[in-house]
Every structure is written in structure tokens, then in C-alpha cells.
């Protein structure tokens, strides 16, 4: 599976936009890229995924860079429950085995 | 409909014991994943079962191992357990066939081996 490579930490300020980045430089065209969140003492849960469009839901919008090397996961009023390790994942729709990084720490301040 | 549990939620070994973990997948779940998480490792997956076959394995040496019963519950057991083994053990269940949609994890059992 392509590795991903994501920044270790990122602050944001309450109520504003947290956009989380994350590279995937080596993603094959099957891959999906998955994004999942795990608050302290939890284990994680799944945001969102895609392939190639963008997609959005209740919790997050996902951006998909147009060669699907990067993607940016977008949480638009943050709020202090956000906090917690965000993972982006890329995987192919038949391989059920995630390969995850360490993640990136977002810390949501009042 | 409940979710993912395991029991237990914490546990405090010592080297050389042996130690079970279980874990009951979300009513309708046939595919139950492990994953072990230690803070310099990330989550590194274990291996996962689907109609008490075991279907993917990780990096991990014979001391790890599973099973899966009919109702997909499952167990997993470290034997000779040693210090490095102090993780949180996680356990992830997903419907089975096609795209990995979303996997459900549970809140994890934290071993620690003294």
C-alpha cells in the first residue's frame, strides 16, 4: 500500500476551519484515501473517504488533489471534541488490511 | 445497535504469562480486524478473521494469534508474554465483501506487562 506522510501536530482556534494535510505521493489508481480520528483513550472512527472527487458529510469534507497525491481533510467549525489524532489512509477497495502512520495531533483551542 | 466491545479494558501481566483478549464485532459484522498501538509504533495490524478463518496477517511473530468463532466473536492470545507487549490492543469489525467501507473499533483492551 502507498505510504502517506502527514504533518505530527497542528493547532486551531475554536469555531474556525482546522485543514488537515496529508501526502500520498505514491497512491495507485485503485487506492481510496481514508480518514479516521482517535480521541484520547478511544479507538479511532472513521471521518470519510474517497477516490478521486471530493466528498463531504456530516463530520468533514474531503479535497482530492486532481493527481490524487495529496488530500486535505477539512473540519469547518471546530470545536473543542475535535481534538484528537487524525490518520489518513490509502488502501485499495480489496485489500483489508490498513497500513496506518502516526498521524497528525490537532488540538483544537478555545 | 451496539457497538464494537472488549473486555477486558485493562489488564496487567508479567513476563512469560500468557494473555487473551476478546472481542464482540456489531450485530451483522463478519470481519473482525486486530491492531496493536504503542506510542512510537503507531497502530500495526495484527491480523483479521472472516468465518473463523483467518484471512490476513500482519508482521507479527507466533506468539500472536486468533481465532474467530461462528457467532465472529473473536479472541486473541500472546503467549510468553514480554515487556514490548504493553500496547493498547484494539479490535476493528467491518461488513465483509467488496470496498472496505469503514471499519468500527472498539475502545480497545490496555495490556500492560510488568
Known amino acids: 500500500d502507498a505510504k502517506t506522510t502527514q504533518p505530527p501536530s497542528m493547532d486551531c482556534a475554536e469555531g474556525r476551519a482546522a485543514n488537515l494535510p496529508c501526502n500520498h505521493s505514491?497512491?495507485?489508481?485503485?487506492?481510496?484515501v481514508y480518514w479516521y480520528r482517535q480521541i484520547h483513550s478511544q479507538g479511532p472512527q472513521y471521518i470519510i473517504h474517497?477516490?478521486?472527487?471530493?466528498e463531504t458529510n456530516e463530520m468533514a469534507s474531503l479535497i482530492i488533489t486532481e493527481d490524487r497525491k495529496s488530500s486535505t481533510l477539512i473540519l469547518p467549525h471546530a470545536t473543542l471534541r475535535d481534538t484528537a489524532v487524525y490518520y489518513c489512509?490509502?488502501?485499495?477497495?480489496?485489500?483489508?488490511?490498513?497500513?496506518w502512520g502516526l498521524g497528525t495531533s490537532l488540538a483544537v483551542n478555545p | 445497535k451496539a457497538g464494537v466491545t472488549q473486555t477486558p479494558r485493562y489488564l496487567i501481566k508479567t513476563r512469560g504469562q500468557q494473555v487473551t483478549l476478546s472481542c464482540s464485532p456489531i450485530?451483522?459484522?463478519?470481519?473482525v480486524s486486530w491492531y496493536q498501538q504503542t506510542p512510537g509504533q503507531g497502530l500495526q495490524f495484527l491480523f483479521e478473521?472472516?468465518?473463523?478463518?483467518?484471512?490476513n496477517k500482519g508482521n507479527f511473530p507466533g506468539r500472536f494469534s486468533g481465532r474467530q468463532f461462528s457467532n465472529s466473536r473473536s479472541e486473541m492470545n500472546v503467549s510468553t508474554l514480554e515487556l514490548g507487549d504493553s500496547a493498547l490492543y484494539l479490535c476493528?469489525?467491518?461488513?465483509?465483501?467488496?470496498?472496505?467501507?469503514?471499519?468500527?473499533f472498539g475502545p480497545g483492551t490496555r495490556l500492560t506487562v510488568t
Open positions: 476493528a469489525s467491518s461488513l465483509v465483501g467488496g470496498t472496505i467501507y469503514e471499519q468500527y
Open positions: 450485530s451483522g459484522h463478519r470481519s
Open positions: 478473521y472472516f468465518s473463523e478463518t483467518q484471512r
Open positions: 505514491t497512491i495507485s489508481g485503485n487506492e481510496y
Open positions: 474517497g477516490l478521486k472527487n471530493n
Open positions: 489512509i490509502v488502501n485499495a477497495g480489496n485489500n483489508r488490511k490498513l497500513i
